[in-house]
């Protein structure tokens, strides 16, 4: 059972315009998400990351939008460049006490960014 | 540059063989994680480490044995694997302050097994 769910396996934008990748979830347990991407070749890199208590968090040209109600993230990319095209992974986690911390990611999007 | 490093990045085993994945990490970090991706899959949790104690072990077979000999280091022992657990197997590390700190990943060993 995927508890973090991330429908589009591909999106294809051109410079400039705003890229927005989606995320649902299923697990109400969930109280902190981030955006992790990923280049061939290499390990996940954090982006962004948003805690229960908001409803949005920017970091430059990256913004994460939690809607808690509809249990859904999005993030937005603006303007979208070349160098973004990566897999981006949705990953949620719970508090499941002491120091355990422990990361549920979606099955991620790949976005192609055309100059 | 990643400040998880893994070694080695490439590595083909028989299922006989014996191997070991490591990893390092200097930035303080007091969790460290194992996870195993499959092509076209996201990553999946097998251990965390926190404080150098095993504190999760998601039911993984016990031909993964893992290690932590300090705060630094992480292994992964390998030991009569099947060809499914062919994957990539990441490294990850996180501060301890709460369960709001993210992943640091490594780049990954890219496991082949024959």
């Known amino acids: 059972d995927q508890q973090v769910k991330q429908n589009s396996p591909s999106l294809s934008v051109q410079e400039g315009r705003i890229s927005i990748l989606n995320c649902d979830y299923t697990n109400s347990m969930f109280d902190y998400f981030l955006w992790y991407k990923k280049y061939p070749a290499e390990g996940p890199t954090f982006l962004i990351s948003i805690s229960s208590i908001k409803d949005k968090n920017e970091d430059g040209r990256f913004t994460v939008f939690l809607n808690k109600s509809a249990k859904h993230l999005s993030l937005h990319i603006v303007p979208s460049q070349p160098g973004d095209s990566a897999v981006y992974f949705c990953a949620a986690s719970e508090n499941s006490g002491g120091s355990n911390y422990k990361l549920t990611f979606g099955k991620g999007t790949l976005l192609t960014v055309n100059p | 540059d990643t400040e998880v490093t893994q070694t080695p990045k490439h590595l083909v085993m028989g299922m006989t063989n014996k191997k070991s994945l490591k990893c390092e990490q200097h930035?303080?970090?007091?969790?460290m994680y194992w996870y195993k991706q499959k092509a076209k899959k996201p990553p999946e949790l097998m251990f965390v480490?926190?404080?150098?104690?095993?504190?999760i072990n998601e039911s993984v077979p016990s031909r993964f044995s893992p290690e932590c000999p300090n705060s630094s280091l992480l292994n992964l022992h390998l030991h009569a694997l099947q060809p499914e657990d062919s994957a990539l197997y990441l490294c990850?590390?996180?501060?301890?302050?709460?369960?709001?700190?993210?992943?640091?990943f490594g780049n990954g060993t890219r496991l082949t097994v024959t």
């Open positions: 990850a590390s996180s501060q301890l302050q709460g369960f709001s700190s993210p992943l640091h």
């Open positions: 930035m303080g970090h007091r969790a």
């Open positions: 480490y926190s404080y150098e104690k095993l504190s």
